[in-house]
């Protein structure tokens, strides 16, 4: 999507609109999952979310930490479960 945003808008302008894009994306997901879904997640899966709740309180930052450097679990699904 760079490359069409480049031949859309041109270089100057698509390195700022995919750069904003790409920062405003992620905040975005973690204020959808945080504020709108963490009530109906933690009412259905309360059982599967207790141990990696307790990982939070006795790992405190490492936890969320670790998990956003690994490749395997999409940011969306970790802002679903913790909260920090």
Do not use: K
């Not at 698509?14 to 963490?38: E, G, K």
């Not at 309180?57 to 450097?69: A, I």
Request: include cysteine; charge should be positive; aromatic fraction near 8%.
């Amino acid at each position: 999507m760079t490359w069409q945003a480049g031949a859309i808008f041109g270089l100057a302008q698509a390195r700022c609109w995919c750069r904003s894009a790409s920062r405003l994306a992620p905040c975005l997901s973690f204020l959808l999952a945080a504020q709108l879904l963490r009530d109906l997640v933690a009412a259905h899966f309360s059982a599967q979310l207790a141990p990696i709740e307790a990982g939070v309180r006795r790992d405190g930052v490492l936890l969320p930490l670790s998990l956003r450097l690994g490749a395997g679990v999409s940011f969306f699904l970790i802002n679903l479960v913790i909260r920090v």
